[in-house]
């Protein structure tokens, strides 16, 4: 049997051309978003940049941070890009210069306390920690200080700072608050307040009714309100704490260019868009609010300053653990 050499170099060269068409470039991320809304939002954004490969790295927080830690030591960079809780995390990386500054243009959108001024993150949504109270509780707190009142005596659970990130945000938002302050959690240790664990044991706690009232971030609480869990969230007058989930491009990088798309894409009215749909109060405030929140504007932020509370963590969590036990 002959065979026509070119027309097999020839068939060949048409099936190589599209696939090289079709190469791919790699962006790797890490973050900390649950498994299920991870792969939604690597999804979103492979289908808008389908030439852009995401390969990506879940873990909490913590964990994150001490394998990413590692691997700088090492001299590695690995990530192009990070998608973590919070931004005192990100302010320890731009300390040690592990951060590139990229002012997107989309931050236009945007609060300015959303975002770090010369771009070395963004928030994406707004994660905010309010309380939960049961709903065949007697009263109905409608501000931080009447959780120190006697009709809340020993009926409070809280996460302890020295256990989760957004309550350590929450401490450090609440101390500084002049009308609260350091004696505003000694007057909650004094009417039997408990802290330990995170989040997710408030829930449990009050859900079941051990605990009439619980500090928790708003998410969790409103969403088990709407599967019918006896509970309701409440937005204290005061204002509320919030970790705003950031995203951030390393300065050693290996794919800037898609780390600035992917950016970009978060920041966009479809990524804030996609947030919605996870459920969760976008950061941008051209946005609606997911179900079961009121309305935006009667949603007040407290004032946080993240640089300022990376400097006083060691000396915050200390003073807690003297009032509460470590």
């Known amino acids: 049997m002959l065979i026509n050499k070119n027309l097999v170099f020839s ?102 306390s959303l975002y770090h001024g010369d771009g070395y993150y963004h928030g994406t949504k ?87 009232y619980g500090v928790i971030v708003d998410f969790l609480a409103i969403r088990e309100a709407a599967k019918g869990s006896p509970i309701e969230f409440i937005f204290p007058r005061e204002g509320v704490s919030m970790v705003t989930e950031p995203v951030a491009i390393m300065a050693k990088a290996k794919n800037p260019a898609a780390a600035k798309k992917f950016v970009d894409f978060l920041l966009s009215e479809k990524g804030q868009k996609l947030v919605l749909a996870q459920g969760y109060l976008p950061a941008r405030a051209d946005i609606g609010v997911p179900k079961g929140f009121p309305k935006r504007e009667n949603i007040k932020l407290m004032p946080f300053n993240a640089a300022a509370t990376l400097k006083a963590n060691t000396a915050n969590k200390k003073r807690f653990s003297d009032i509460f036990g470590g």
């Open 11 to 112: 068939a060949v060269i048409s099936l190589a051309l599209p696939m090289m068409a079709q190469a791919q470039e790699v962006l790797t991320l890490y973050t900390s978003q649950p498994n299920k809304d991870a792969q939604k939002t690597v999804d979103a954004f492979e289908a808008q940049y389908p030439n852009i490969d995401v390969q990506w790295v879940r873990d909490g927080t913590t964990k994150l941070m001490t394998k990413l830690r590692a691997e700088l030591d090492s001299g590695v960079v690995k990530p192009d890009v990070l998608l973590i809780a919070d931004t005192v995390t990100m302010e320890s990386l731009i300390t040690d210069k592990h951060l590139l500054a990229y002012p997107s243009l989309n931050r236009s959108h945007f609060d300015a």
């Open 126 to 212: 707004l994660i905010t920690s309010g309380i939960v109270r049961h709903t065949s509780a007697l009263h109905s707190p409608s501000a931080w200080s009447d959780l120190t009142a006697a009709d809340y005596k020993s009926q409070l659970v809280m996460p302890s700072p020295l256990y989760s990130g957004a309550a350590l945000i929450h401490l450090a938002t609440l101390t500084d608050n002049p009308d609260l302050g350091w004696n505003y959690y000694q007057s909650l240790k004094d009417n039997g307040a408990m802290a330990q664990g995170g989040n997710g044991g408030v829930l449990k706690a009050v859900a079941s009714g051990t605990k009439s």
